[in-house]
C-alpha cells in the first residue's frame, strides 16, 4: 500500500510517499490434481528432485511457469509431444494468518485429447529439396526408395542414402523423444554437407485414434561452385 502526501514551503514543493510493504508469502504444501488417466500416471512418476517449487521457498509466479516447463520437457521424453506448457493448470490457496501459499498443479480441462497421450513414429522420411517444406500422404510415401527404414526423397540423388540413417535414430515404432528429435538434427548438422536443416512431425493418416506420427528431415544441401 503507498500513500503520498505534499509539502509546499519556500517557493519549493516537495512529495512525500510512505510505502507499506506486506510480508511476503511462501511456498506451503505443493501437490497435483489428478485422474486416473494414463497421463496421470506418467506424471506422478517423473523425478521430482529438481522441482523449483521448494516448500519454504518465496512465492513466485515464474517459478510455477519454469515448474510447468519442466514437467512438460520431460514429457516430451516420454512421447508427448503435443503436450504444452500452457496445458497444467496452477490453483493456489493462501493461508493470510502464517502467510502461506499451498500450490496444487493439475491438467487444464480444456486440454485437447491429442496433448494428454504419448505418440509414436509411423515413417521416417529424408527429404532433400530446395522446394518449400511439405508433408506427403501415406500413399506417395509407399513409393520412396528407403534405407534401413528411412524413406528418402532425393531425386536428384544428391547424398548418399546410408548417411540419413545413420544420423537419424527415430525408426518405424519408436516412441516420440525430444531429446532423440535433437540427436538426429545435431547429427545430421555435424555433417557438415547442409546448408539447411529442419525436422517437422505430422499425424500420420489413420485417423484421430491413430497416435503416430510421421517424423519428416528436411534438407538443402550447398550449391556446388563451378
Do not use: C
Amino acid at each position: 500500500k503507498v500513500t503520498g502526501d505534499t509539502a509546499i514551503g519556500d517557493y519549493k514543493a516537495k512529495a512525500v510517499y510512505h510505502a507499506k510493504v506486506e510480508r511476503p508469502y511462501t511456498i506451503g504444501h505443493v501437490g497435483w490434481r489428478l485422474d486416473s488417466s494414463r497421463l496421470s500416471h506418467e506424471i506422478m512418476t517423473l523425478p521430482n528432485d529438481e522441482t523449483v517449487l521448494k516448500k519454504g521457498d518465496q512465492y513466485d509466479a515464474d517459478k510455477i511457469k519454469a515448474e510447468a516447463n519442466r514437467i512438460t520437457s520431460l514429457l516430451k521424453e516420454r512421447g508427448y509431444y503435443y503436450f504444452k506448457p500452457e496445458d497444467i493448470v496452477t490453483f493456489v490457496d493462501t493461508n493470510h494468518n502464517n502467510f502461506t501459499a499451498s500450490l496444487y498443479l493439475g491438467i487444464q480441462p480444456l486440454t485437447p485429447a491429442r496433448n494428454k497421450v504419448p505418440f509414436n513414429i509411423n515413417k521416417v522420411i529424408a527429404v532433400v529439396s530446395d522446394a518449400a517444406l511439405q508433408t506427403f500422404p501415406d500413399s506417395v510415401l509407399q513409393a520412396l526408395p528407403q534405407q534401413q527404414g528411412v524413406y528418402i526423397m532425393d531425386s536428384a540423388k544428391n547424398f548418399n542414402p546410408k548417411l540419413f540413417p545413420r544420423a537419424i535414430s527415430f525408426q518405424t515404432g519408436s516412441l516420440y523423444s525430444l531429446p532423440e528429435q535433437n540427436k538426429s538434427l545435431s547429427r545430421l548438422n555435424s555433417y557438415g554437407t547442409f546448408k539447411f536443416i529442419r525436422s517437422e512431425f505430422k499425424r500420420a493418416d489413420g485417423g484421430e485414434n491413430e497416435n503416430l506420427l510421421n517424423a519428416y528431415y528436411y534438407t538443402t544441401s550447398f550449391q556446388k561452385k563451378k
